[in-house]
Nanobody
Framework: QVQPVESGGGFVQAGGSLRLSCAASGHIFSSYTMCWFRQAPGKEREFIATITRSTGRIRYSDFAKGRFIISRDNAKNAVYLQVNSLKPEDTAVYYC?????????????????WGQGNQVTVSS
């Protein structure tokens, strides 16, 4: 199995950018499709983006298109989420997750391995 660990969150002003990182230890990283979710206070966890293990096929949620960029570096066992033009409504705990399938799944239940989450707070 693989264990994701997120980093790179923190406090950011609206309009700024940040890059979240997710390092995955354990089994062969390139064998996993990786994704990002987020969960704001009082809301359900929502899908942001996923990148498949073999071809690097990417899927974004509608709200993420244009401001969020997912990428992976198999040599570094890492997946990244670049977020631009941050808004206060982007404030949430951001989670990285992994699954051994090769599909662009978007449901929480599709992913077997989860990180602890990383807080991102965007001030107006």
């Amino acid at each position: 199995q693989v264990q994701p660990v997120e980093s790179g969150g923190g406090f950011v002003q609206a309009g700024g950018s940040l890059r979240l990182s997710c390092a995955a230890s354990g089994h062969i990283f390139s064998s996993y499709t990786m994704c990002w979710f987020r969960q704001a206070p009082g809301k359900e966890r929502e899908f942001i983006a996923t990148i498949t293990r073999s071809t690097g096929r990417i899927r974004y949620s509608d709200f993420a298109k244009g401001r969020f960029i997912i990428s992976r570096d198999n040599a570094k066992n890492a997946v990244y989420l670049q977020v631009n033009s941050l808004k206060p409504e982007d404030t949430a705990v951001y989670y990285c997750a992994a699954d051994s399938s090769d599909y662009t799944f978007f449901r929480v239940s599709d992913y077997d391995y989860w990180g602890q989450g990383n807080q991102v707070t965007v001030s107006s």
